[in-house]
C-alpha cells in the first residue's frame, strides 16, 4: 500500500514510507566544533559546514513532503561562546536568509523564527522579518528556525503573557488547557515534533523544545552534523517508523 522509498547506501538499505513520515521534524545541529576541531580547522569552520548541511537537509525534507522542519541554530545560552564565533554563526544566519529571499517565490518554502529576537542586528532582524513576511502565505514545507532560542525562556514568556491576559481579564486561569497554553508560544499554531533528532552523540535535549517535545520520539546519532547527510536523515525517518507510539495508552 505505502510508497516505498528505496535509498542504498554502502552498508545497508534504507527504506521509508512516504505515506508514513512524521509531519514535524526538529534537530539539534550539533558537532560542528568538533567536526572542525578533528581537522585542525576552527570552530566557525564547522558552522559553514552546518550551515551547508542544513541547506541539503532542508531541501531534502521539502522534496520529502515533511510539512514541518524546526532547527536549533543559536541558543539563549550560546551568547557565551567567543564573539567570534558568535559573529561567524550571525554572518550564516544572514547569508542563508538573503538566498533564501531570493529563492522564495521559486520554493515557497514558509519561514517562521522561534526566540527573541529583539538582540540581533538590526540587519539579521530586518532579514527575518522579511523572510517571514514574504512567505507567509506559503503552504508548504515550514522551517523554523530557533534563534535566541531556549525552551525554559519560551516557558517562561508565555507564562508572563498569560498572566498579563488574565489580568486584563482576556483569559481565566481556572479554564486553561494545555492545548491554550501552547498558543502562547513561539510554536503557536505548529504542530508538536513527532521526532526530535541529536546528532554528534550527545544524549540530551539541552533546552530545546521543551513543552512540544513531551510525546516526541528522539532519535541519537554519532554522526556530527556537518557530516549528516540524506541518508541519516532516512535511517532516522526509518527508526521512526518502527516506533510504537502510545501517548500514554496502551
Ligand atoms: C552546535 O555545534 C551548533 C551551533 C551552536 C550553531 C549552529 C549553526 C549553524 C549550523 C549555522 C547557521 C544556521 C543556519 C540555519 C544557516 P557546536 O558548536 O556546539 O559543536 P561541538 O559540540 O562539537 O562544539
Known sequence: MGLWKRRTDRRQRVQVDLERLPRHVAIIMDGNGRWAKRRGMPRKAGHAAGAETFRTIA?????LGLEY???????????KRPEDEVRSIMGL??????????????????????????????ELLDLCRQTQEISKGYDGCQVNICLNYG??????????????????????????????????????????PDL???????????????????????????????DFTKEELLKALADYQHRSRRYGGV
Not at 59 to 63: D, I, S
Not at 69 to 79: D, I
Not at 153 to 175: L, Q, S, T, Y
Not at 197 to 224: H, K
Open 69 to 79: 522542519l524546526t532547527v536549533y541554530a543559536f541558543s539563549t545560552e550560546n551568547w
Open 59 to 63: 531541501t531534502f525534507a521539502k522534496e
Open 196 to 226: 526530535i533528532i541529536r546528532p554528534s552523540g550527545e544524549l540530551r535535549l539541552s533546552n530545546f523544545l521543551l513543552w512540544q517535545s513531551a510525546y516526541s520520539e528522539l532519535y541519537f546519532t554519532d554522526v556530527l552534523w556537518p
Open 151 to 192: 525552551g525554559r525562556d519560551e516557558i517562561v514568556r508565555g507564562v508572563k503573557a498569560f498572566a498579563r491576559d488574565c489580568m486584563a481579564g482576556r483569559a481565566d486561569p481556572n479554564h486553561l488547557t494545555a492545548a491554550a497554553f501552547g498558543n502562547y508560544l513561539y510554536s503557536a499554531g505548529v504542530p508538536d
Open 93 to 122: 544566519l544572514e547569508k542563508y536568509l538573503h538566498e533564501a529571499i531570493d529563492r522564495m517565490a521559486r520554493d515557497r518554502v514558509k519561514m517562521a523564527f522561534f526566540g527573541d529576537l529583539s538582540p540581533l542586528s538590526p
